[in-house]
């Protein structure tokens, strides 16, 4: 099957700094979703991005489809972005059997 | 609207006991996934459900059944649940197309089993 790859596993940031976190995929794929699981264990969909550029405030992402990765980027961090971001992917099909990869644990500190 | 509802929150099972996980949504959606979650991983689909009256196997199946009981609900069976079992596990709902591409979870089931 398809294999996801997140680096990096780890991040430590302070508050108000940059960070872009990477999402390589194996194969092909028809649906990409960057989620982020916050400290309490809800997990929200940021972006649904098989290709190109989207932005939503603080927080864009870009995916090169034809290099078979994305790059999920964050702008002037806050603690509240705190926790573990996952990039998903489907390689066929018309449903969400998504694979994810095994996320990026970020810690956004004041 | 309360979006995708799981229940219970938390469980404390022995080895060998038997329990179901339910999943309700009202959103009107066609398919509904479980996904569970252990330690330092991402999400893996144990099962899911295209429609009403179907369901799938996904990446790990054993030990699991699942019951399609109407489109609003979809439930997830230990039958002799065993400490490998232990995890957290996510009911999902995706709306019919990729066109908005957001998925739905649940808050979630902290399972522990002894």
């Known amino acids: 099957g398809i294999q996801v ?6 991040l430590i940031l302070q508050e108000g700094a940059n960070s872009t976190l990477r999402c390589n995929f194996s ?3 028809n649906n990409l979703q960057w989620f982020h699981q916050n400290p309490w264990g809800q997990l929200i969909n940021l972006f649904y991005i098989p290709s190109g550029t989207k ?3 603080r927080l864009s992402a870009t995916t090169v489809a ?14 509240t972005d705190s926790g573990v971001y996952f990039c998903a992917v489907n390689s066929g099909g018309s449903n969400y059997k998504l694979t994810f990869g095994k996320g990026t644990l970020l810690t956004v500190n004041p | 609207n309360a979006g995708v509802t799981q229940t219970p929150k ?4 022995k080895t060998g006991q038997s329990m ?5 949504q009202d959103m009107n959606h066609n398919s509904m996934y479980w996904y569970r979650q252990d330690p330092g991983m991402g999400l893996r689909l144990i099962y899911y459900s295209a429609s009403e009256g179907t369901t799938d196997k996904g990446e790990v199946p054993n030990g699991y059944n699942v019951s399609r009981l109407n489109k609003r609900e979809f439930s997830l069976r230990l039958e002799s649940a065993a400490p490998s079992q232990t995890s957290v596990y996510f009911c999902a709902s995706p709306p ?3 066109a908005t591409g957001e998925l739905f979870f649940g808050e979630g089931s902290r399972l522990t089993v002894l």
């Open chain 1, 5 to 10: 790859e997140q680096s990096p596993p780890d």
């Open chain 1, 27 to 29: 194969d092909s794929v």
């Open chain 1, 55 to 57: 932005q939503n405030g």
């Open chain 1, 66 to 79: 034809t290099e078979r990765y994305s790059l999920l980027y964050i702008s002037s961090s806050q603690t």
């Open chain 2, 10 to 13: 938390f469980q404390v099972l």
């Open chain 2, 20 to 24: 179901t996980l339910q999943c309700a």
């Open chain 2, 96 to 98: 019919g197309s990729f």
